[in-house]
């Protein structure tokens, strides 16, 4: 029997406070010594998901197309959805590839308001995303990894083409009027087209009034709204028209030439090329002066580079992979690569 009863009691409470310290400091430390199944390197099948919004537009099919032939070429399963502009749509395939054991997902959102919870669900499901073309925010406001273009590079390429095109013309501020026209509640959208206003306002040596055009984003939309603004501005004798996208560019200037104003007194910027190519290809006179050209095709494949890299070799997601423009017209759009279909 011991001597010091109460030494051996005190020696047992201390043995087990500090047993189980190590055990509360091993849950309390919120790290597991075994990484989590999404950051281990994965050496079998993997399946990645593009969600995109408007899948039909042609820069998104050309999105789809440069996704599949990445996808093909590095050895991977691609499952392509079209969430058209639908925002429930989204989250619905969303939580359909969360349940069918996606690896990897790449998103162009309809709507940037649903970022939060497209962010958390792939962040609870333990999956790599990238969102693509559209950046998309946490409730704290950190955004996801982003694969697409610098909207406000693009708009200043846009601004000075526009700029250094009015200046050749010899047209006075006085009977001339700007048309900006863009989906108003998309952050991409109004970094480009405020940045284009910077920038022509800098470059063409003249104030011109601008004309804020809000639109779905769509040629029928842009079209049919441009409509008004052209009726109510008769003493207009010149134009010059941008866009978010190509959709909205060419919208106003069908909308402006269908209205009777001559190709030669409409300097159209457009962006993405795919569309203002098809006056150049058909060899017509346009209002279609130039455009910034945007290569879905390439975006897509980064898309999926990132993913995969991350997927399959566990290498961080970039903050942002930003894919190159390039200013085109009708006589070097061939050269650059525009595929007009």
Known sequence: ???????????????????????????????????????KPNTGKITLYYLQKQGDQQYFVEQAEGAKAEAQTLGVDLKVVNLGTDANKAITELDAAV???????????PDQAIGPQVIDKAKQAGIPLVSSDDVIKDASGAAAPFVGFDGAQ?????????????????????????????????????????????????????????????????????????????????SVKHWVVWGCND???????????????QASNIIGVGLGAYLTCKDWAAGKDTGNKASLYISGNEVGRDAIKVLVDKVRGGTALPARTIAKTSIVNKDNYKADGVNCT
Not at 99 to 109: F, S
Not at 180 to 205: E, H, P
Not at 248 to 260: C, I, K, M, P, R
């Open 247 to 261: 959709e909205n560019e060419t919208g106003v200037v069908t909308a402006l030439a269908n209205s009777g104003v």
């Open 154 to 234: 693009m708009g200043n390429s846009v601004g000075t083409e526009a700029a250094r095109l009015f200046k050749a013309t010899g047209w006075t501020a006085a009977d001339t009027k700007v048309i900006s026209s863009y989906k108003q509640d998309l952050t991409v959208c109004t970094d480009r087209v405020n940045a284009a206003k910077t920038a022509f306002d800098s470059g063409a040596g003249a104030q011109i009034p601008v004309l804020n055009l809000g639109t779905d984003n769509s040629v029928t939309d842009a079209q049919n709204k441009a409509g008004a603004v052209i009726s109510s501005n008769p």
């Open 1 to 39: 029997m011991s001597t010091y009863p109460h030494m051996r009691r005190a020696w047992s409470a201390v043995g087990c406070c500090l047993i189980l310290g190590a055990v509360l400091t091993a849950c309390s430390s919120g790290k597991d010594t075994t990484p989590a199944a999404a950051e």
């Open 99 to 109: 349940a069918q054991g996606a690896n990897g997902i790449a998103i162009v959102v």
